[in-house]
Every structure is written in C-alpha cells, then in structure tokens.
C-alpha cells in the first residue's frame, strides 16, 4: 500500500478532527483558569476560629436560633457564613448588615461583608465597606492585604473598557496519535480494472498507532466595552492563538488563529449575543482551512442558579490541499449547527452543564457530509483556596450521506464517538501560600481523556488515551 494511500485513508481521519481542535484545545487551556479565578474570588475571607466555634459552625443553624438569639454577634456570625456556604449571598448579606448595626467596629465583618457585597455586583457599596475597614487601621496584615486586592478588582470591574489575557503552555500526551484502527486493518477499493463501473474491496494491516508528546501554547484575550445601560449591556471582541508541535507527526503540527465580534444585550432575564467570527488554521507551516460566520445564543435566567440557552451557529469551511493532505479540499463546504442547555449552580462551589447538539454539514462529496447529533454533561467543583475539579462526559453520532468509494462502496460511513475528561487544577498558591500578588495566581493544570469512536468501517474506528500538564496566567488589563 502506497504513502499516498495511507495519506488518504489515515491522514483524513486524523485531520478531521483539526478543524474543531483549535477552538476544543484553547478552551480546554482557558476553561480551567476561568473556573480557579472563580473560585479565587469566591473563597471569602474567615478570621482564625477558636475550636469551639468550628463546631458550632459544622453544625447547621436553624434560622429559629438566629431569632431566639438577634444580639448574640458571634451566633449570627457563623449563620451569615452558613448561607454564603450554601450561595445565598443576597440573605448573608442581609446578616452581616444586621451584626454591623449591632456593632459598627466589626471591621473583619465589614471586609466580609464587602467581599459579599462584591460578588453580588454591588460595587460602589462593596468599595465604601472595605475602604472604611481599611481606614479604621484595625485590620490584620492578612485580611488589609485581602481588602486591598479586592478594591483593585472593583476599580477593575468598574471601568467602561477592560480586557484579560490568558497565556497557557505546557505538554500534551496521546496514546494513537495516528487514529490506527483497533482492529489492526483498513478496507481499502479500487476500480476494477476489466469493470470499472466496479470496485474491488480488499483488507490491508493498517499503519501500527503511535504515541506521540507535543509541546503546546495558547493565548486567549477578550476585550469588552460596557455600553452604560442600567442592565450592563456590553460589546466584546475575542482573538485566539494556538500553537501545537509533535515530536512525531510533523505533519499534524498546527498553528490556528481566531476572531470573534460581537456583543451581548441584557432585557430582565433575558440576554443575547450575536457574534461573526472567523478562524485560520496552518498545518506543518501550509494553509489548511479557513472558516468565516457567526451565531446567536440566547439565554433565559430562571432563578441565580439556572440558566437554560440556545445557541445557533453557521460558517463556511474552506480546506485547501495540503503536501500531506491531498484531498482535505473535498471537506470544503457550509456547516450549520445547535446547541440547546442549561447551567444548574445546585451549591455555592458545585456547577452542572448539560447540553445537546445537532449539526448538518454539506462538504464537496457525500462521504464528506454528515448529519451529527450528540449530548455533553460537565459538572465543575471548586475544592477550595483556587482548586477546581471538571467531569465531562461527550457522545456523538456522525452519520454520512454516502460511501467512500476509496475505502469501499458498499458502506456508508455511521459512527458514535465517546469521550471522557477529568481536569483538576490549582493556582501556585494553593501549595505555597504567601507569594506575591503577581504569580500566585499561576494556575496548575492536569488533565486525562479517553476517546473512542465506534464506527461500521473499521478504518475509523479506534481509541486513545490523551493526558496533559498546563500552566495558565490571566493578565488583566
């Protein structure tokens, strides 16, 4: 069997998956970060406790204590960190303004209270609270220091134009680089050469699969513009770019850049955002795709912890060919896709994601065009002091509109794709506390996936094990 052959028959399983790899890996860099900033700016500062007061604050205090007992300071105390506990900030910041009418001089309630106050939005009331606990000088080193971070993320938060960029680099490891099938073997048709309204269908052993390391790095900035309406409508601009380079398979090195314009608009519970985009993607230095379109996703907030959406996407997909990809031109051709979901924050520290796919692509050749439906599930946990853990689960069918001839023409190509992924991660902090502001918020990534694609030609079918360590930091500016 020739280079060129086991080009065409592998070379195009293992390049179908580049055109969704950029957008896939950059957030997989970024989605992480995201999720450790979170959860950096949830872990709401709590003075040193004395072992009698732990107890009483492993124990749940029923809201009839609270009123049996409205004077006593340290009981409400404890009850305001109960409901922030569980994500009722709006009623612990009903608490906490309670205990400083009590007593004023509570300033480490104060700077509580404006960290609270802070993550419910409230800006301008959240800086007056921390400001007059900084003023008062009685702050501990630790807890002025907290404050002081916090009324620059609120100055942050405040201005009309503001953007962030996040750097991710690391190394990437995948078990079958190659997608070899699992069966060892490839169908593989020629015309038949007294017939050549005919193919003759034969199995040939496949390529063996080969694991491979690559080295990895990513950048992802946005930059927004509050339009100054009463409900925070903004317009926001994104760009990307990817950077990944085997150690084996030169020819799957990629080098990918996006685009994306647009805004969101909030009415009440309603929010939605439109957005053109484009992305440009190089595979061993040549020019392999280029995509341009847009999407709308709207969004319906029922309560402060779900959310559901849809979102509806178009491009065009242009593949050009390439020295190692021949035939990836015959790709070209529109895609069209939905999204339907929704958010449940069921804790103040747990998130569920779950989501439904469809999407319909019309390439050159009915062995390029597919109709794709599918279902993702990701719950996210915040483990405390910036850690964070990810499960996501993914299941794909691709069904195709007709056969390859090239592979065999009696089968059209059907297959379910199964993935799993489990990410953990945690800023430097976490295992040294105390270091300065600028690097202890440097974000450790791990991650482990499985993939396997069970498809009626076998030259498609195959699994991998993936696993990767990231460093990710977030630059604001």
């Known amino acids: 069997m020739g280079e060129n052959s086991r080009i065409r028959l592998f070379g195009r399983a293992g390049a179908a998956g580049l055109a969704v790899l950029f ?18 700016e949830r872990d709401l500062y709590e003075p040193q406790r004395t072992s009698d007061r732990e107890v009483r604050r492993q124990t749940q205090i029923p809201f009839e204590m609270v009123l049996s007992a409205p004077d006593n300071i340290q009981l409400n105390i404890d009850y305001a960190r109960q409901q922030i506990a569980a994500g009722d900030l709006k009623e612990a910041g009903a608490t906490l303004e309670r205990i400083l009418l009590l007593n004023p001089t509570l300033y480490d309630v104060r700077v509580l209270y404006g960290l609270v106050l802070y993550r419910l939005g409230l800006y301008d009331r959240a800086r007056y609270e921390l400001e007059l606990a900084l003023e008062s000088g009685e702050l501990p080193a630790a807890l002025a220091a907290e404050a002081e971070t916090y009324l620059g993320r609120i100055k942050y938060q405040q201005r009309r134009t503001r953007g962030a960029l996040t750097i991710t680099t690391g190394v990437d490891y995948e078990s079958n680089r190659n997608q070899a099938p699992s069966s060892g073997q490839v169908l593989f048709s020629l015309p038949n050469p007294f017939n050549l309204n005919q193919f003759v269908t034969t199995t040939l052993d496949s390529n063996p699969k080969v694991d491979d390391f690559a080295f990895v790095v990513s950048a992802q900035g946005r930059v927004q513009h509050d339009l100054g309406t009463q409900e925070g409508s903004l317009l926001h601009a994104d760009i990307g770019f990817y950077h990944s380079d085997k150690t084996e398979f030169d020819s799957l090195d990629l ?32 020019d392999y795709l280029a995509t341009y379109g847009g999407e709308v996703e709207v969004a319906y907030r029922w309560t402060p912890k779900f959310t559901t959406y849809v979102n509806f996407r178009g491009e065009e997909e242009d593949f ?21 979901g929704f958010t449940w924050r069921f804790s103040s520290r747990q998130k569920l994601n779950v989501e439904g796919l469809y999407a319909d692509k019309n390439g050159e050749a009915v062995f390029e065009t597919y109709d794709r439906y599918g279902v993702f599930a990701q719950h996210s946990m915040l483990l405390g002091r910036g850690a964070f853990s990810m499960v996501g689960f993914w299941a794909e069918n691709s069904s195709y509109d007709g056969p390859d001839p090239f592979i065999t023409p009696a089968i059209t190509r059907d297959e379910w794709l199964y993935r799993g992924r489990f990410t953990i991660g945690a800023p430097v902090s976490f295992f040294a506390p105390g270091l300065p502001e600028a690097i202890k918020d440097i974000n450790l990534i791990a991650q482990y996936e499985y993939e396997t694609v069970d498809s009626n030609i076998l030259n498609f079918d195959y699994k991998t094990h993936k696993a990767a360590f990231l460093i990710s930091k977030r630059i604001a500016f």
Do not use: H, M
């Open 255 to 286: 080098n990918a850049a996006s685009v994306a314009l647009g805004g969101t608009w909030y009415a009440g519970n309603w929010s939605v955002t439109p957005a053109v985009r484009g992305g440009f993607y190089w595979l061993d230095g040549e």
């Open 23 to 40: 957008f896939s890996s950059a957030s997989f860099a970024q989605e992480p970060e995201e999720a450790a900033r979170e959860a950096v």
């Open 320 to 340: 050009r060919d390439t020295s190692d990809f021949g035939a990836a031109s015959i790709r070209s051709g529109r895609r069209l896709s939905g999204r339907a």
